[in-house]
């Protein structure tokens, strides 16, 4: 499942960073995720308790922020929220829309201890 591979990389990320800290225990990760990353936010939370168990990071509040994607128009040069890859130019109608942001998926923070 593609969300379990993103959650157990997400735990080995932030359990070296704990390491790294000297710190044994993270309470607390924030992640970002883009609405074009391809991640379902539910599942990815139900992958991420099971894939903590037994590691530093069992046990953790995890917070997701679903980013808006943004596309950007290649002919007019307009800036628009976009909930797709196929998309059309609200103010001139094309279909050259590239996307400037929404496929992000990132550790924002997170809380050792
Ligand atoms: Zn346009």
Same mark, same amino acid.
Request: hydrophobic share 40%; aromatic share 6%; with cysteine.
């Given at each position: 499942?593609?969300?379990? !591979? #993103?959650? #157990? @990389?997400?735990?080995? /990320?932030?359990?070296? &960073? %704990?390491?790294?800290?000297?710190? @044994?225990? *993270?309470?607390?990760?924030?992640? *970002? ?5 391809? *991640?379902?936010?539910?599942?990815? &939370?139900?992958?991420?308790? /099971? %894939? %903590?168990?037994?590691? =530093? %990071?069992?046990?953790? +509040? ?5 980013? +808006?994607? /943004? ?9 628009? =929220? #976009?909930?797709?890859?196929?998309? &059309?130019? =609200?103010?001139?109608?094309?279909? $050259?829309?590239? *996307? ?5 998926? !990132?550790? $924002? @923070?997170?809380?050792?201890?």
């Amino acid at each position: 499942m593609h969300e379990m !591979s #993103i959650a #157990i @990389s997400v735990i080995d /990320a932030v359990t070296e &960073k %704990a390491r790294q800290e000297g710190c @044994s225990r *993270v309470t607390g990760i924030e992640l *970002v995720v883009g609405r074009l990353a391809g *991640v379902e936010v539910e599942s990815l &939370k139900f992958c991420f308790s /099971a %894939a %903590a168990r037994n590691t =530093p %990071a069992e046990g953790a +509040e995890l917070l997701i922020e679903e980013r +808006e994607a /943004a596309g950007r128009c290649e002919e007019c040069g307009a800036t628009f =929220p #976009i909930a797709g890859y196929y998309v &059309k130019c =609200p103010s001139c109608g094309q279909f $050259r829309v590239r *996307v400037e942001s929404g496929e992000e998926l !990132s550790v $924002r @923070s997170i809380t050792i201890e």
